[in-house]
């Protein structure tokens, strides 16, 4: 880390600033607990990756390039949604003008429980949660941003996310029988295969419910906000919560 508290450009995705500013703000008062200055830049736009995902990549140079402008000067810029971060990081189209920017904002940002681990180094947190959670590792950040080990790869166990919450006292994490399936919500995919993404989610609750959870804890509110809709549809009690919103309780 270093010597000065590091400046933080905050990122929150469209789906989180519209149905859950809890979580954008118990991940802004989690990184100034942890010493970090954090500034939300007010003018930030969606990153594009919905439209990108739908294959109008070209469409998104707009965005891209608000994007570059809006958090190109600070030192990290963190983010609660692995979707969004791997979409900025890598999947995001090529602008020319901005290349130097662009590379430098690639190369700066991070999901929220892969910056407190990676660059703060902080190991684990203290508190209390004393509550039966499942943890529900969504697609990008398990496998695109490598956040925790996957079940088709022979390699050590890890999970950033878990890490952070292992020394909360009384929470109890549950063992899945189907760890790191997707949860079927996919962006665009939930509209376009309605039917194919409410059963992988319905499944995806199950493994959860199976287990006796209380709590489906997951780092992206857009696999945590499908399955909510379908357990609240199924009135199934599980509730679902950030890991930001977690952390932030537990050492408040």
């Not at 969504?138 to 695109?144: A, D, N, T, V, Y």
């Not at 088709?152 to 929470?171: C, H, I, S």
């Amino acid at each position: 880390m270093n010597n000065h508290s590091p400046h933080i450009g905050l990122f929150i995705p469209c789906y989180i600033d519209q149905f859950y500013p809890n979580v954008a703000i118990a991940t802004l008062e989690l990184l100034e607990k942890l010493g970090c200055k954090v500034t939300y830049p007010l003018g930030q736009t969606c990153c594009g990756q919905p439209m990108a995902n739908s294959g109008f990549e070209a469409d998104t140079l707009g965005t891209t390039s608000k994007f570059i402008r809006d958090f190109a000067g600070f030192d990290y810029i963190v983010a609660p949604s692995g979707s969004c971060v791997l979409h900025v990081k890598e999947h995001s189209p090529k602008v020319d003008k901005l290349h130097k920017n662009q590379a430098y904002v690639q190369s700066r940002i991070y999901e929220l429980s892969e910056f407190i681990t990676d660059v703060l180094k902080v190991d684990s947190i203290q508190g209390s949660f004393p509550h039966k959670i499942g943890f529900h590792a969504s697609c990008h950040g398990l496998r695109g941003l490598r956040l925790a080990s996957d079940s088709e790869r022979n390699e050590p166990a890890f999970n950033k996310t878990l890490q952070l919450m292992r020394e909360l006292q009384g929470m109890e994490v549950v063992e899945l029988t189907r760890k790191d399936e997707c949860c079927g919500f996919g962006g665009t995919f939930a509209v376009s295969e309605e039917a194919i993404s409410v059963q992988m989610g319905k499944d995806r609750i199950a493994d959860h419910l199976d287990k006796g959870v209380e709590i489906i804890v997951g780092g992206d509110m857009s696999c945590l906000m499908h399955m909510q809709g379908i357990a609240t549809r199924d009135k199934n009690k599980v509730q679902l919560m950030h890991f930001a919103e977690i952390l932030n309780q537990a050492i408040s």
